[in-house]
């Protein structure tokens, strides 16, 4: 299984808002495939916030579903992806 790392930084103003465009992306991803993202902001107080997606078995499907919804947020995203060894 395979762990998503997606970091990006969020100007302040944009925060509220954002709030629940992740949280909609959350609820389409976890439909479409049954993991559920986390999402967590540095703990130095910078801009800096991160989706984390664990236990993905789907790849493919999942990186799709990712890519296309990703898109409506309007970030400019950096995705890491990890396996458990």
Do not use: P
């Not at 925060?15 to 967590?40: A, H, K, Q, Y």
């Amino acid at each position: 299984m395979t762990n998503y790392y997606v970091y990006y930084r969020v100007a302040a103003g944009r925060l509220d808002t954002l709030r629940v465009s992740v949280e909609n992306l959350f609820n389409i991803i976890e439909r479409e495939t049954g993991v559920r993202g986390r999402w967590m902001r540095r703990s130095d107080g910078s801009t800096t916030h991160m989706e984390v997606y664990e236990g993905v078995k789907d790849e493919r499907a999942f990186e799709a579903i990712l890519e296309r919804e990703s898109a409506r947020l309007a970030l400019q995203r950096k995705t890491e992806r990890f396996v458990c060894v």
